[in-house]
């Protein structure tokens, strides 16, 4: 019998060639890589995989994982269901792995995922604990799916807001300041992935004279604004 490259086996074999790259990177000391921080390189990396994970989720299910509670078995918050979809619920994928269960109803005894490695003994534990990235200290992966048929289409109440700006986007006008482009189009039209980056706040940030820090940009601020989010779009 030849052998056979299936596409399981494909993301299968590219997942695990990021999680050494990723790996590897993370043993490294604080250095620079082509100009580029190693926190950023390893959070790059990190989204990547979660693509990866994401477009094989929705090939099996038809659909992206909720980023809001308003869904079966959904947590409150979108950086919750991304860590909790992609492992499913005891980080060992979904259907013959976890009791048949299936991610939207239903049962199923094919055994679906886990899109995203994580630790599995800690999965069991914390099945909705957050995909974080790289920096220090290192913060939740925020992530928000696209309903085409709500308004807005992206929701930045399916990730907890701060309105100082200190931990979370300030409010849904801060947020979209970065998720939609001068035109006023979104970035994107099926999900985002956000990173607070390395200043570890989310968004664009303006000096606060006051208190000498920084705070949320107003959207008539945003020519002097500063934003170093990694995401999974270009803005």
Not at 46 to 67: C, H, I
Request: glycine share 10%.
């Amino acid at each position: 019998m030849g052998f056979v490259i299936t596409k399981t086996k494909c993301i299968v074999a590219g997942a695990a060639v990021l999680i050494l790259v990723g790996g590897f990177l993370l043993l490294l000391p604080t250095v620079h890589v082509d100009g580029i921080s190693r926190p950023i390189v390893v959070t790059r990396n990190t989204l990547t995989r979660l693509e990866n994970g994401l477009a094989a989720f929705r090939d099996d299910f038809g659909d992206y994982p909720p980023s809001d509670k308003e869904h079966m078995a959904a947590r409150p918050y979108g950086y919750q269901n991304l860590a909790l979809y992609l492992a499913g619920p005891d980080g060992q994928g979904w259907g013959g792995r976890a009791g048949g269960t299936m991610p939207f109803g239903g049962t199923n005894e094919e055994v679906f995922g886990p899109y995203f490695e994580r630790d599995i003994e800690d999965m069991r534990l914390h099945p909705a604990a957050p995909i974080s990235d790289a920096f220090r200290p290192p913060m939740p992966i925020l992530y928000f799916r696209a309903e085409p048929t709500e308004k807005p289409m992206f929701d930045a109440a399916d990730n907890p807001l701060d309105p100082t700006g200190r931990e979370r986007f300030a409010s849904q006008e801060h947020f979209e300041m970065l998720a939609r482009r001068a035109d006023g189009r979104w970035v994107r039209r099926d999900y985002l992935l956000i990173s607070a980056g390395p200043d570890r706040l989310f968004g664009y940030v303006v000096e606060d004279k006051a208190s000498g820090g920084s705070r949320p940009a107003r959207p008539e601020e945003k020519e002097k604004a500063f934003c170093d989010d990694v995401t999974n779009f270009k803005y």
